[in-house]
């Protein structure tokens, strides 16, 4: 059964530094997503994105991080500059552009330690 | 704005016992409704996704019922056992490829 994978599964990086976290959708999907959960808490919404366009960002999504879509099958999370508060386990998610949004396919996360 | 609420934080249980995890949300504008399992820093495995137009979804020991006019959801798990301890999250879907909202969810500890 198709998946969605994330690498790496454990990123540790120093307070100032720039971090990629990388997801492979699910190949025919066309929505993707990032949330994060920092330890104890929720799950929360990061961004969305389709066809090459941010759909929806949510507060925490400032210009410390971006996303994007580098070639036809890696989607992407990009932080500028960490900082303590970004250490979280980060989920990629897609979704099947048939129906209407019904599922979102979850991998299995990047815990970013930031130092 | 949606929110989710789950009740019980945590639940301990002896093996064996049937229990219900419970899961409320403030917009019933939903399109599904779904829960995973999530063991201590790993990822989330989808447990069962029910429509808003269903009332009941089972898979094995696990049955999710959706009330979305009361804006209510349970998870019955029968026959609890050591390995169904987890943290269990309820997540809605508003359906649109909009966001999902997730719930802090039930933290489970079944002994045997």
């Known amino acids: 059964e198709p998946e969605v994978t994330q690498t790496p599964s454990h990123q540790v990086t120093q307070m100032g530094q720039e971090v990629i976290l990388r997801c492979v959708p699910i190949?025919?999907?066309?929505?993707f997503y990032w949330y994060r959960q920092i330890l104890g808490q929720k799950v929360e919404f990061l961004v969305s994105f389709y066809n090459n366009e941010i759909s929806e960002k949510s507060e925490i999504f400032d210009d410390q991080f971006s996303v994007e879509r580098p070639d036809g099958s890696n989607f992407t999370l990009k932080i500028r500059s960490t900082k303590l508060e970004d250490s979280a386990m980060y989920f990629c998610a897609s979704t099947d552009p048939r129906g209407n949004g019904d599922e979102q396919y979850f991998g299995p996360g990047t815990r970013l330690t930031v130092t | 704005k949606q929110e989710v609420t789950q009740i019980p934080a945590a639940l301990s249980v002896p093996e064996g016992e049937n229990l219900v995890l419970n899961c409320s949300f403030t917009d019933s504008a939903i399109y599904n409704l779904q829960w995973f399992r999530q063991d201590p820093g790993k990822g989330l495995t989808s447990l069962l996704l029910i429509q808003s137009s269903q009332r009941e979804q089972t898979s094995g020991r696990l049955n999710a019922s959706l009330d979305k006019s009361s804006g209510r959801s349970t998870l019955y798990i029968a026959a609890s056992q050591p390995g169904d301890s987890a943290t269990y999250l309820c997540a809605v879907n508003p359906g649109g490829y909009q966001k999902v909202t997730f719930g802090i969810g039930t933290k489970l500890q079944v002994i045997p």
């Open positions: 190949s025919n999907h066309l929505y």
